[in-house]
C-alpha cells in the first residue's frame, strides 16, 4: 500500500480514535476513586505503573493538538488542569472552573476558576491563563476536530483574576459540557512544548523514565484530594496482547484496553482483576441515507429489524457489553431511557422489504476493518442475519489504515466507531448538514433547528427532554443501526484500586489510582 | 541486514587467485563433487514444494484467508489444523494465501539484483582495467551500509514491495558483480574463450556462448543468495507493518500479529514461522550445496 | 559522510505530501494546511531545507519531530540507552558464537563440522522475526523463563532487569552470529589451505599454536572489518527486536517515523545510524589495515 495512504489515514485513525476518547459519560455507578484508599505509607507500594494504549515514539507534548493515543490524554490529565469534568453520573463536575453561569440570552457565560490553583512555576492560575488555553484550542481545531466551535473566542475576554466572560455563537446552553475534559490550561503566552511547560495538575512529569515511561511525581501543592499515589509511572503501548501480557508477567500494574479473549482467560487468575467500563464503545451500523436503497426509511427500518442483537454481541464482544437500541450515545445523561426495546422481526423486516419494492432482495457491500476488535466478525455475521431478509451482502475487509480515508463517511454502508462520545460531541461531528464527517447523510433541516431550540432553552430538564427527543427521532429516522455497545476491558493487579470507572474523558483522570487497596 | 556471501572478506584478498572455470574443471578433481548430492535433491525439492504452496496455495485453501470461522485462538481441532489468529481467522488458510506477495516480491528483487550484477560483472570483468577496480571500490562501500536502514529510507517513499526491490539491488547487485566479475576476468584468460576469440567470435558472443554458461551454477548460487536477502529484507519490512495491509495474510505479518498470542495458540505464529524458515532456509542450502559441487567456496 | 547525508534527506524530503495533512488527520483546509506547512518549514525551497537542516545536524541542533514537537536531539539521547546497551550485549553474545561456529566449521571435530555448516547456512538465511518466534515459542511461552514482552523499569538503566533483555538480544545476536561465521569461515578456509600452515602441520606443532601463530593474525584484518560490518546490521536489526518486544528504543523510534513521515526524526536517525557504521568501518581500517595492503 502506498506510504502516502497509510500516513493520511494513520493519521485519522489515531485522531478519530481520539475523539471517541475525548470526552464521555459515566456508568451509573459511583467512580472508584470516591473509595480510593488513602495514601499507603506503610507498605511502601507508592508507585502505579500503567501500560495505556498509545505510541511511545509519538508521545506529544502539545495539549491542544491532536493527542493521538489514550496515553496521551493520560499524561496531559495528570500534567494539566482541565475546566470542567464528566461526574460519574455523566454530569458535568467542576474541576478548575467552579461555577459557569449565562446571562438571558444564554450567549454569555461568566466562568469562575478556582484562586487557590498554582502552576508548578509557583504562579497562580488565573482566568487569562484559561482564556488563553481555550483561544489557542480554537486556534487549533484542525487539529482538535473544532472543538471550541460553539465560542467566539475573540470577542470573549478576561474580567478578573478568576472570571472570563465566554461568548457562544448561538445560545448554547451546555457551555459546562463543552469545556468538559480536553481543556487543558497552561501559562498564558506558552507555545513551545518542545520543552516542559508548567502545569497546575495533581502530578508532576519528571525526566526520570526516559523513553520507557513517563515518571510522574505527586504535586504536594495541588487543590485537590490529595492523590494515594506518590509516583504514577504512564506508559504507551501500542499493542493490546502485548500490554496484557506486560501484566500478567508483573512488568505493569494496570493494562488498558485488552482484547475480550485474553480477559476471558483471566476471569478465575486472583492475581489479577478485570475492570469493565460499561458501554464504552459502539460499532454502529451506518447506512447512508443519500444512496439507494437506503435513500427509503423502510430499507433502514427492515435492517434495524433483521439484526439480532444477542447473537452478534456474543460474537464480536464475546458477551462483554450489552444490546443496543438504535441509539447513538446510550450513556448520555439526555439519551431517552423509556423506548421499547428493538427487537428482530423477520417478518416485518420482510414486509417493509417487499414494501419498498425489495421483495427480490439486493445486493450490497458491508466496509469492516480489522482495526477494532471484533469489528469484523460483526460485519460478517450483520451479513448472514441480513441474508435472511433478502440481502445479498458481501463483506469487504478494508486495511486498518486506509479505513478512515477511504471508508469512514465516503462508503454508504459499514460499521463505524464511537467511544463513549457525548450525544452534542456526535452531533458536532457527524450530525450538521455540512459537517464533512456527516457519515450518514443526516440533512434534517428541522432537526437542526430544534438542535438549536434545545440549546436555547435554559431549563435543564426541559432541555434534556428535547435533547433525548431528537436522539429517539435520529434512532427511528436516521441512518444508524446500533446493535451492541462492548465494555471497555482493563486487567489490573489485585488491590489495585481508584481506576475511573467512567467511559470516555473521564477514565483518563487515574489521579486517584492506588496500589495499596 | 546480512548479505550470505563471503566475497566481501575473502575476495578482497585473493579474489583473482582462481582461474579456472567452474564447470571446465574440478578443483579438487573428484567425480563425485561433480554429481547431485541428495541433499541438492531434498533442498531443491524442499525450495520447489514452497515455492509453489506459497504461489499456489491460495487456490487450495478453500475458503477466504479473511474470514473469521472461530473464536479468537481457537486451538487446534477438526477443520481447524493450526487452529485460528488473533481475530478467529483460519490459520491454515492465512499461512497457504500468505506467501504469494512475499515469494514474487522477493523472485522480482532477485533477479533484478541478479541480472544487473551478471551483465555488469560480465562487463566488468571482460574490461578490467580501472573502470572495474573503480565498479568494485564502489560496491564495497554500498556493501558496508546496513540494508534494512536502506529499505527503510526507501520504504518512506515507495511501496513495501518497491522498497524490497530497491534494498536487495543496492546490496545485492555489487556482491553479484564481483563474483561474476573475478569469474570473467579468470575466464578471459582460459583456453576455451581464447580458442573462441580465435576463431574470431565477438566479445559479446564469446560472454553469452562462452563465459555464461560456463558459470551457471556460479550464477544461479548466486542468485540463491539474492533471494534469501530479499525474503529478510521483505520478512523485516513487512514484521515492522510496511507490508500487505491487513487483513491481508503474509507470513511475517502473522508472526508479528500471533506472537503475543503464542501461549494460547502457538500454531498461529509457528506455522508462518516454520513456512518462511523453510523458504529462506531450502533456498540458502540449495545456494550453498551448488556452491560445494562445484567447488566454488 | 556528506554523501550519505545527501542521500537520505532527499530520500526523505521529495516526496508528495507532508506532516502538515497528519497533524490535521486529513481534515484540514487549505488555509490551515498552509499555515502549519509553514508553522514546520515545510514551504521553503528544498536545498534551503537541506542546508538548514545540515547545518543544524552540524552544531547539535537537528530540529524538532513534526509529530511531538520534542526535540530530536532529546528523543535521541533518551532512547540511545537501551539500543547501546542491546547492541553491546549482542555484541558480547554474537563475536565469541561466531568465532566458535566458524572454526568449528572449518576445524573441529570432523564429526561436528556438517552440523556447524548447517547451523551456519540454516541462521544466516533465517530472517530475524523467525529467530525471535522461535525464542518466543520456546523460551517463553514454553519454559516460562522470560516475558515474552520487555517493558524496561522507568527511571533505571536499561541494564537493570537483564531477564527482559535476554530475547531481544538473542533475536538481534543469533542471526547475525551465524551470518558473521559464515564469513570469517571462508576466511579461516582460505588461510589454513596455505602451504605455510601445512608446513605446521607437518612440523607437528599443536592446533593452538597454529591457530593463534599463524591463522590469527592473518584473519585478524578480515575479521576486524566483519566487526565494523555487523555494526551496521545490529543497528537496523535494533528496529526489528525493538518493535517486536516494546523496547522504546533509537530502531522502534525510526520505525515509527517512518510510518507516520516524520521526516526531520527519519533523517537524523538514520544518518546517526549511518555515521556509527562509517566511522566502525573507518576504525576497522584504521586498526587492522586491509588484508590487500598487508598480503602484499
Known amino acids: 500500500m502506498h506510504s502516502q495512504l497509510r500516513r493520511r489515514s494513520a493519521a485519522v485513525v489515531t485522531a478519530v480514535a481520539l475523539l471517541a476518547g475525548c470526552s464521555g459519560t459515566a456508568p451509573g455507578t459511583a467512580p472508584a476513586s470516591t473509595a480510593a484508599q488513602p495514601t499507603g505509607t506503610g507498605s511502601g507500594m507508592g508507585t502505579v505503573r500503567y501500560a495505556a494504549p498509545g505510541s511511545p515514539s509519538n508521545a506529544v507534548t502539545d495539549p491542544h493538538g491532536l493527542l493521538p493515543g489514550e496515553s496521551d490524554v493520560v499524561r496531559m490529565a495528570l500534567t494539566y488542569d482541565v475546566l470542567t469534568l464528566p461526574g460519574a453520573d455523566g454530569s458535568t463536575q467542576p474541576r478548575l472552573a467552579t461555577a459557569w453561569r449565562p446571562d438571558a440570552t444564554l450567549t454569555k457565560w461568566r466562568v469562575t476558576i478556582r484562586g487557590d490553583a498554582t502552576f508548578s512555576d509557583g504562579r497562580q492560575v488565573k482566568a487569562a491563563d484559561a482564556l488563553f488555553s481555550l483561544r489557542r484550542m480554537g486556534k487549533k481545531a484542525a487539529e482538535n476536530f473544532g472543538r471550541m466551535a460553539m465560542f467566539d473566542l475573540d470577542a470573549s475576554e478576561v474580567i478578573d483574576d478568576t472570571t472570563f466572560e465566554l461568548v457562544t455563537r448561538k445560545p448554547y446552553a451546555e457551555v459546562g459540557k463543552a469545556l468538559e475534559g480536553a481543556t487543558f490550561v497552561v501559562p498564558e503566552g506558552s507555545d513551545d512544548f518542545g520543552k516542559p511547560v508548567p502545569g497546575s495538575g495533581p502530578f508532576r512529569p519528571t525526566n526520570k523514565g526516559g523513553a520507557q515511561a513517563v515518571v510522574y511525581e505527586r504535586n504536594d501543592d495541588w487543590w485537590g484530594p490529595k492523590p494515594p499515589a506518590r509516583t504514577i509511572e504512564v506508559r504507551a503501548v501500542p499493542d493490546p496482547q502485548a500490554r496484557a501480557q506486560a501484566l500478567l508477567s508483573g512488568q505493569v500494574d494496570l493494562a488498558g484496553g485488552v482484547p475480550a479473549t485474553l480477559a476471558k482467560q483471566q476471569e478465575d487468575n486472583s492475581a489479577v482483576r478485570l475492570l469493565r467500563r460499561p458501554g464504552a464503545t459502539l460499532y454502529p451500523l451506518v447506512m447512508r441515507m443519500d444512496t439507494k436503497p437506503f435513500d427509503d426509511l423502510r430499507v433502514r427500518e427492515a435492517v434495524r429489524l433483521a439484526l439480532d442483537r444477542q447473537q452478534l454481541l456474543d460474537t464480536a464482544f464475546l458477551g462483554y457489553g450489552e444490546i443496543g437500541n438504535d441509539l447513538i450515545t446510550p450513556k448520555d445523561p439526555t439519551s431517552p431511557a423509556n423506548l421499547a426495546q428493538t427487537t428482530r422481526d423477520l417478518a416485518r423486516a420482510k414486509k417493509l422489504m417487499a414494501d419498498a419494492g425489495l421483495a427480490d432482495g439486493v445486493e450490497l457491500t458491508l466496509h469492516t476493518t480489522t482495526a477494532y476488535p471484533g469489528m469484523d466478525s460483526a460485519a460478517t455475521l450483520i451479513s448472514q442475519q441480513l441474508a435472511e431478509i433478502g440481502m445479498r451482502v458481501k463483506v469487504a475487509v478494508e486495511p486498518a489504515d486506509t479505513y478512515f480515508s477511504a471508508v469512514y463517511a465516503r462508503k454508504p454502508f459499514y460499521l463505524s466507531y464511537l467511544g463513549g462520545i457525548p450525544f452534542l460531541d456526535v452531533v458536532r461531528v457527524a450530525l450538521t448538514p455540512d459537517s464533512p464527517t456527516n457519515e450518514t447523510a443526516w440533512q434534517d433541516r428541522t432537526w437542526s433547528a430544534d438542535l438549536d431550540k434545545a440549546l436555547a432553552e435554559p431549563d435543564d430538564a426541559k432541555r434534556r427532554g428535547l435533547l433525548g427527543e431528537l436522539q429517539a427521532r435520529l434512532r427511528d429516522q436516521g441512518g444508524y443501526a446500533i446493535w451492541a455497545l462492548s465494555d471497555r476491558l482493563d486487567l489490573a493487579k489485585a488491590g489495585l484500586s481508584g481506576v475511573p470507572e467512567g467511559i470516555g474523558f473521564a477514565s483518563a483522570f487515574i489521579d486517584q489510582v492506588s496500589s495499596d487497596g | 541486514m546480512k548479505r550470505a556471501n563471503g566475497s566481501l572478506l575473502k575476495r578482497s584478498g585473493d579474489a583473482a587467485d582462481r582461474s579456472v572455470p567452474a564447470r571446465s574443471a574440478e578443483p579438487d578433481g573428484s567425480p563425485s563433487a561433480r554429481r547431485r548430492s541428495p541433499a541438492m535433491l531434498v533442498f531443491g525439492g524442499l525450495s520447489g514444494v514452497v515455492l509453489l504452496v506459497a504461489l499456489g496455495g491460495e487456490v487450495v485453501a478453500g475458503h477466504d484467508p479473511a474470514a473469521i470461522v472461530a473464536a479468537p485462538w481457537a486451538e487446534v481441532a477438526s477443520g481447524l489444523p493450526f487452529g485460528a489468529d488473533a481475530l478467529g481467522r483460519d490459520v491454515l488458510a492465512r499461512v497457504l494465501a500468505g506467501g504469494r506477495d512475499l515469494t514474487l516480491t522477493s523472485l522480482a528483487a532477485a533477479l533484478t539484483a541478479s541480472a544487473l550484477g551478471v551483465a555488469g560483472g560480465l562487463w566488468v570483468g571482460w574490461s578490467r582495467g580501472r573502470l572495474g577496480r573503480a565498479v568494485a571500490g564502489a560496491s564495497d562501500l554500498l556493501l558496508a551500509l546496513p540494508l534494512l536502514l536502506l529499505a527503510l529510507l526507501a520504504v518512506v517513499a515507495l511501496p513495501g514491495p518497491a522498497a524490497v526491490i530497491a534494498g536487495t539491488v543496492l546490496g545485492g547487485t555489487p556482491l553479484t558483480l564481483r563474483v561474476v566479475a573475478d569469474a570473467t576476468a579468470a575466464a578471459r584468460q582460459a583456453g576455451y574463450v581464447e580458442a573462441a576469440l580465435s576463431r574470431g567470435e565477438t566479445g559479446g558472443a564469446v560472454l553469452l556462448r562462452e563465459v555464461l554458461p560456463a558459470h551457471a551454477g556460479l550464477v544461479c548460487a548466486d542468485l540463491g543468495q539474492r533471494m534469501v536477502l530479499a525474503v529478510q529484507l521483505a520478512a523485516a519490512l513487512n514484521v515492522l507493518g510496511f507490508g500487505p495491509a491487513p487483513p491481508a495474510p503474509d507470513w511475517a505479518a502473522m508472526l508479528r500479529e500471533n506472537l503475543q498470542g503464542l501461549g494460547l495458540n502457538p500454531a498461529a505464529t509457528i506455522a508462518p514461522a516454520v513456512a518462511l524458515a523453510v523458504l529462506a532456509g531450502s533456498v540458502a542450502a540449495l545456494s550453498h550445496c551448488l556452491v560445494a559441487r562445484d567447488g566454488l567456496s | ?296
Do not use: K
Open chain 3, 1 to 296: 559522510m556528506a554523501a550519505a547525508s545527501a542521500v537520505i534527506f532527499l530520500c526523505t524530503a521529495a516526496l508528495p505530501g507532508d506532516a502538515a495533512d497528519l497533524v490535521s488527520g486529513g481534515r484540514a483546509t487549505p488555509d490551515e494546511l498552509a499555515r502549519l506547512r509553514a508553522e514546520q518549514g515545510l514551504d521553503r525551497p528544498l536545498h534551503v531545507r537541506y542546508l538548514g537542516w545540515l547545518s543544524g545536524v552540524l552544531t547539535g541542533d537537528p530540529g524538532a519531530s513534526l509529530i511531538t514537537g520534542r526535540p530530536i536531539g532529546e528523543l535521541v539521547a533518551e532512547r540511545a540507552g537501551v539500543t547501546l546497551t542491546l547492541t553491546v550485549a549482542a555484541l558480547a553474545v554474537s563475536v565469541p558464537l561466531t568465532a566458535a561456529l566458524a572454526w568449528t566449521a572449518v576445524r573441529g571435530p570432523r564429526w561436528l563440522r556438517p552440523a556447524a555448516n548447517a547451523l551456519i547456512v540454516a541462521g544466516a538465511a533465517l530472517p530475524q522475526a523467525v529467530v525471535a518466534a522461535a525464542l518466543v515459542a520456546w523460551l517463553s511461552a514454553a519454559w516460562g523463563l522470560f516475558p515474552p514482552v520487555s517493558m524496561l523499569p522507568a527511571g533505571e538503566p536499561p541494564w537493570s532487569r537483564p531477564d527482559l533483555l535476554v530475547l531481544p538480544v538473542l533475536t538481534l545476536a543469533l542471526p547475525i552470529a551465524a551470518y558473521g561465521a559464515a564469513l570469517l569461515r571462508g576466511a579461516i578456509a582460505d588461510v589454513v589451505a596455505r602451504p605455510y600452515v601445512r608446513d605446521a602441520e607437518l612440523r607437528g606443532l599443536s592446533p593452538a599454536t597454529i591457530a593463534l601463530r599463524y591463522v590469527l593474525p592473518m584473519i585478524a584484518a578480515p575479521a576486524t572489518r566483519l566487526l565494523a560490518v555487523t555494526l551496521g546490521g545490529l543497528v537496523a536489526g535494533a528496529a526489528v527486536a525493538e518493535t517486536l518486544f516494546g523496547l522504546a528504543g533509537l530502531g522502534e523510534l525510526l520505525v515509527t517515523a517512518v510510518s507516520t513521515r516524520d521526516v526531520p526524526v527519519v533523517q537524523s536517525v538514520a544518518l546517526l545510524a549511518a555515521a556509527v557504521v562509517v566511522a566502525g568501518l573507518l576504525a576497522a581500517d584504521a586498526v587492522a589495515p586491509r588484508a590487500r595492503a598487508a598480503r602484499r
